[in-house]
């Protein structure tokens, strides 16, 4: 098997999940200029409430289709995550608008801590295991593998990420996203309900965390309370790598940070020498963050703050 090749499809299938979380980043800091750190909270919610439901229905109606079972309890993982998400920009960001960019800013490490102690209250501290469902084919691809699984998440995350790139650029809804972003104030004077754009840029965010949810618990099959912290801190450092409030850029960079943390991985142990092994691929994340802040702040694809004004 070809290690390279292998660490690239890896790569592929992390980087996916990353782009999808870092369009939540990247929309709410376009249009608010808000790091909503609690959005790695709302991917753990959706993984547990799919799986939640997943159990009941196996439970209640054991003959019931896989295929219908993952639709309900998708169904349901982005409805809860959609309201959540609503209730919190209402709740918590709203009231903090106008106020120093720091408020807004604890307020959101305040509710990622809320939201994982609710999450250890329901659901417990364990590990939880994720039924498989479908039976898991491997295939071999230039000389590696990848799984059904796998080739699911890197399908149904280009889907999605089409997806919302022509809603922002090619719909009436997205138009309003975009005046938004560049000036509230003048966006109202036109007549756009800027707090209704901004709760659906939450609500919106908050599905593809569902989603993203989802497609980790089934590639990993197993959820726990804090999955959603580490997940959040890298799909942020792929919103930043790509240039944090742009929508290409957050999936560029979230495929980029992907490639480097697998690729790095693989290798880590041979450049040196056994010293460190695969589990400390973390590192390269948190690397790639700095050396973006320090040599480029602005990102792969972001305009500088000169351009903007």
């Known amino acids: 098997m070809d290690i390279f090749a292998q660490q690239i ?21 376009g249009i608010l200029g808000l790091i909503n750190f609690a959005h790695g909270e709302v991917v753990m919610i959706g993984a547990m409430t799919a799986l939640a439901v997943v159990s009941t229905l196996l439970s209640v109606f054991p003959e019931m289709h896989p295929f219908l079972t993952i639709l309900l309890a998708g169904l349901a993982a982005i409805l809860v995550c959609m309201s959540l998400a609503f209730f919190i920009e209402r709740l918590a960001y709203r009231p903090l608008r106008n106020a120093p960019r720091l408020a807004p800013l604890i307020t959101a490490i305040g509710i990622s801590i809320l939201l994982q102690n609710i999450a250890m209250i329901i659901w417990g501290r364990k590990y939880k295991t994720v039924p498989q469902l479908f039976p898991t084919e491997t295939f071999e691809l230039f000389g590696a593998s990848i799984t059904s699984v796998q080739i699911f998440i890197i399908l149904i995350s280009a889907v999605l990420m089409s997806g919302l790139l022509v809603i922002v650029h090619f719909t009436k809804l997205g138009r309003a996203m975009r005046a938004t972003s560049e000036s509230r104030r003048v966006a109202g004077l036109m007549g756009i309900n800027v707090n209704k754009i901004i709760s659906v840029t939450f609500m919106i965010g ?14 990993y099959s197993v959820v726990h309370y804090s999955m959603g912290f580490m997940l959040g801190l890298k ?12 929508l290409g850029g957050a999936v560029l960079g979230g495929l980029l940070l992907g490639l480097i943390e697998s690729i790095g991985a693989g290798y880590i142990g041979d450049l040196t ?12 994340a948190f690397v790639v963050l700095i050396v973006v802040l320090v040599f480029r702040p602005t990102g792969l694809m972001g305009e500088r703050v000169s351009e903007r004004a």
Do not use: E, K, P, R
């Open 206 to 219: 908050a599905g593809l965390a569902a989603v993203a949810g989802i497609l980790i618990a089934g590639n």
């Open 235 to 246: 799909a942020f450092t792929a919103a930043v790598l790509g240039g944090i409030g742009n």
């Open 273 to 284: 020498g056994g010293f460190l092994g695969s589990h400390y691929q973390d590192v390269f």
């Open 9 to 29: 499809l890896n790569g592929l299938v992390l980087g996916s999940v990353y782009a999808l979380v870092a369009l939540g980043y990247t929309m709410v800091y």
